[in-house]
């Protein structure tokens, strides 16, 4: 007789083996890609929804947090199409190129798809997975058995696939618009692969919404590679609607002499995890990885990444801010890795939090993991109040206490807005922030 | 009367520092304050400015009439009352122009007045800036993040040039500055004497008030007014010290 050892399945963990049973035909082929999300499948079947005793997830509790799986999102219909137009506008400043994926899917005629720059290229992630030869990459190191990459493997649908030929210089930033435009609630596994060629540069904005009052579940992946002498400027916004709950994960590495900015802004969303895993393969390559989040309501927002220094003579540069009101709460776990080889590793990581109100949390685990000897490697995590001396001060000069916070808390998230490259960007962000103040009240 | 401090006692954690101290300025005319350490002139200049901190336990302000212990600090401001600071503080992401207009404007909307147009304010800042010798590099930077001493004292002066306060409070204003930031710091002030304008200028030296010649000079003692005299009271006391003040006041 068996004896089953494992727990019984959450209502969650139940609904995702049903989908994955109902949509086995269509998941299966062609036979590669079907073999890939099997196994994924078991990964995940094998450890279910990971929990707070994952140390990995342990702030941000999906099987807690994850009550329900909601079903597949269904191909977009011309309504759901035509909603999706004005999605990602507020960032329009910066002149980008659109590519917009509907409820996961990439719809090209919502897209700018027209003079491509040389040595740009755009298509379908569906494309790719059809074919019987459409290999996907396979995860970097830190994150090959997460349970939502797992997942994502075994259903990811559809997603954008970019390469940047070797010395191509992308002057016109790429802005892919990832909007859910369902009218039920609906799960989205969306994945994207980003290719970008030796001494190659490109700017790529990556933003997330939909409606504000639907508990769709989004799992998104872009897999990023950067040659050697590349250099790639990426943002990513999460403006997902209050109900929603976003996964959305990061696996990038670079080569020799390149350069990898990434920044992560989470202003929406119920409960949003930005996972990170960067590898940095190449000598001499600097990576700088930022975020902030405003938080409020309930929301909770976890940021959670390994920039791994696999070989020597890399800086890498990682500060995550967070403003969280109300009774939000916010996580920020980061490790940095340095390999037994990777001496002269110069790696710095900071994490602050302003706490808003009695009730706000920030929980911070800042990690070194350093097996070479010769390397300079430090952390510091902050959270505190607004600083009554300085509120003080502007009072005293005649700004009112709310207009006095504003500033300072503009001040807080506006010095790690300002390592992004892109003007209309970091003008962009800085508005949303403003937005969000004059919300407060 | 522009300004009358009636029986004022003060308390910060439940330890008394102001102990009925009574004190009236004029329009026009500046006051020194002088004492020893501890002796309460600190806190004079914070309550003044409505820090929340202190608790008036009996007493009042009244400023052009008005009782302002009510009041907070943003509306004492908006009223025309000035601090500088003796630690002037640093604020990291906030441009020194960004803050001035920001204030600037703050001020005017509070007493219903227009704001300033960007040509406008930019003309008054430099003016300002220029003789105080603060240079465009320093108004761009964050406010006072990196400043020397010289320059956080210099600034806080240029925000007093802009705001154009009606009563201004120089708490210590003297304290970590060399001859020649004192003496720029003094011009700035005395450039902005007029009949409309008062002054109280807290300092533990007589030294500062070389430059700044004072109307009145208080001596400050154990949380009280225990002498006032005119300028010549100063030099007396740089003289002799304040041990005999402290003895009195026991």
């Given at each position: 007789m068996n004896v089953e050892i494992r727990q019984m399945r959450t209502a969650a963990e139940q609904a995702l083996a049903d989908a994955f049973a109902r949509h086995k035909d269509r998941l299966a082929k062609p036979a590669a890609i079907g073999a890939l999300r099997e196994a994924a499948f078991a990964r995940f079947e094998a450890s279910g929804l990971p929990h707070r005793r994952v140390e990995e997830w342990k702030y941000t509790d999906l099987r807690a947090l994850m009550r329900e799986a909601v079903p597949l999102a269904a191909p977009p219909d011309t309504n759901e199409r035509a909603r999706a137009r004005e999605a990602g506008r507020f960032i329009d400043e910066a002149g980008a190129?659109?590519?917009?994926?509907?409820?996961?899917?990439?719809?090209?005629?919502?897209?700018?798809?027209?003079?491509?720059?040389?040595?740009?290229?755009?298509g379908a992630l569906a494309d790719r997975l059809s074919r019987a030869d459409g290999a996907v990459p396979g995860a970097p190191g830190a994150l090959d058995e997460d349970t939502a990459v797992s997942l994502n493997t075994a259903f990811m649908g559809d997603g954008a696939v970019i390469a940047v030929a070797p010395g191509a210089t992308i002057g016109r930033p790429l802005h892919i618009v990832s909007v859910v435009t369902a009218a039920s609630p609906c799960a989205v596994f969306a994945r994207s692969l980003v290719d970008i060629g030796n001494d190659a540069q490109m700017t790529l904005i990556e933003s997330h919404e939909g409606?504000?009052?639907?508990?769709?579940?989004?799992?998104?992946?872009?897999?990023?590679?950067a040659g050697d002498k590349a250099r790639?400027?990426?943002?990513?916004?999460?403006?997902?609607?209050?109900?929603?709950?976003?996964?959305?994960?990061?696996?990038?590495?670079?080569?020799?002499?390149?350069?990898?900015?990434?920044?992560?802004?989470?202003?929406?969303?119920a409960v949003v995890r930005n996972q990170l895993a960067i590898v940095l393969n190449g000598e001499r390559t600097e990576a700088h990885v930022g975020g902030a989040s405003l938080l409020r309501g309930s929301q909770h927002a976890d940021n959670t990444?390994?920039?791994?220094?696999?070989?020597?003579?890399?800086?890498?540069?990682?500060?995550?801010?967070?403003?969280?009101?109300?009774?939000?709460?916010?996580?920020?776990?980061?490790?940095?890795?340095?390999?037994?080889?990777?001496?002269?590793?110069?790696?710095?990581?900071?994490?602050?939090?302003?706490?808003?109100?009695?009730?706000?949390?920030?929980d911070a685990k800042p990690e070194l993991e350093i097996f070479a000897d010769d390397v300079v490697c430090g952390h510091g995590a902050t959270a505190g109040a607004l600083d009554?001396?300085?509120?003080?001060?502007?009072?005293?000069?005649?700004?009112?206490?709310?207009?006095?916070?504003?500033?300072?808390?503009?001040?807080?998230?506006?010095?790690?807005?300002?390592?992004?490259?892109?003007?209309?960007?970091?003008?962009?962000?800085?508005?949303?922030?403003?937005?969000?103040?004059?919300?407060?009240? | 009367m522009l300004l009358e401090i009636k029986n004022l006692h003060v308390e910060i954690d439940g330890k008394k520092i102001l102990n009925g101290l009574d004190l009236a300025i004029e329009q026009g005319k500046v006051h020194a304050i002088m004492g020893p350490n501890g002796s309460g002139k600190s806190t004079l200049a914070y309550v003044l400015a409505g820090k929340e901190d202190y608790a008036v336990t009996e007493g009042d302000i009244l400023f052009n009439g008005e009782s302002v212990l009510d009041l907070d600090p943003d509306e004492r401001a908006a009223r025309g009352l000035f601090l500088a600071f003796q630690y002037p503080i640093e604020i990291p992401g906030v441009a020194t122009m960004t803050f001035l207009r920001t204030a600037l404007n703050?001020?005017?909307?509070?007493?219903?007045?227009?704001?300033?147009?960007?040509?406008?304010?930019?003309?008054r800042v430099r003016e300002a800036a220029g003789k105080l010798e603060i240079n465009q590099d320093m108004l761009r930077r964050a406010?006072?993040?990196?400043?020397?001493?010289?320059?956080?004292?210099?600034?806080?002066?240029?925000?007093?040039?802009?705001?154009e306060p009606r009563l201004a409070v120089l708490d210590e204003t003297d304290s970590g500055l060399d001859i020649d930031a004192l003496k720029i710091v003094s011009e700035g002030?005395?450039?902005?004497?007029?009949?409309?304008?008062?002054?109280?200028?807290?300092?533990?030296?007589?030294?500062?008030?070389?430059?700044?010649?004072?109307?009145?000079?208080?001596?400050?003692?154990?949380?009280?007014?225990?002498?006032?005299?005119?300028?010549?009271?100063?030099?007396?006391l740089e003289a002799s010290g304040y041990a005999q003040y402290q003895s009195e006041a026991a």
């Open positions: 190129r659109r590519i917009v994926l509907v409820n996961g899917v990439f719809a090209p005629e919502l897209s700018d798809l027209s003079d491509l720059d040389p040595g740009l290229t755009i409606p504000a009052d639907l508990a769709y579940q989004v799992n998104s992946v872009l897999q990023l590679a790639l400027d990426h943002v990513k916004v999460v403006r997902e609607g209050g109900r929603a709950l976003h996964i959305g994960t990061l696996m990038a590495t670079a080569g020799a002499d390149a350069a990898l900015n990434t920044f992560v802004f989470t202003v929406g969303g990444l390994v920039v791994d220094h696999a070989v020597p003579h890399c800086t890498s540069r990682e500060v995550f801010k967070s403003v969280v009101d109300g009774d939000a709460r916010s996580v920020f776990q980061g490790k940095i890795v340095v390999r037994p080889n990777a001496q002269k590793t110069d790696g710095k990581m900071a994490a602050h939090a302003l706490l808003l109100s009695e009730s706000a949390e920030a009554g001396e300085l509120l003080f001060y502007l009072k005293a000069r005649g700004i009112p206490q709310k207009q006095a916070e504003a500033l300072m808390i503009e001040a807080f998230v506006g010095e790690a807005v300002e390592g992004i490259a892109n003007g209309a960007v970091r003008e962009a962000l800085m508005q949303t922030v403003s937005g969000w103040l004059a919300a407060r009240g | 703050a001020q005017r909307k509070a007493r219903g007045e227009g704001e300033l147009s960007t040509p406008d304010f930019l003309k406010v006072n993040v990196g400043f020397s001493g010289g320059e956080k004292k210099r600034n806080e002066i240029l925000q007093m040039a802009m705001l002030v005395n450039r902005l004497r007029s009949p409309e304008r008062a002054f109280i200028v807290i300092t533990h030296y007589q030294r500062l008030l070389d430059y700044i010649v004072p109307d009145v000079v208080h001596v400050l003692s154990r949380g009280r007014i225990v002498k006032t005299g005119g300028k010549e009271l100063a030099l007396e």
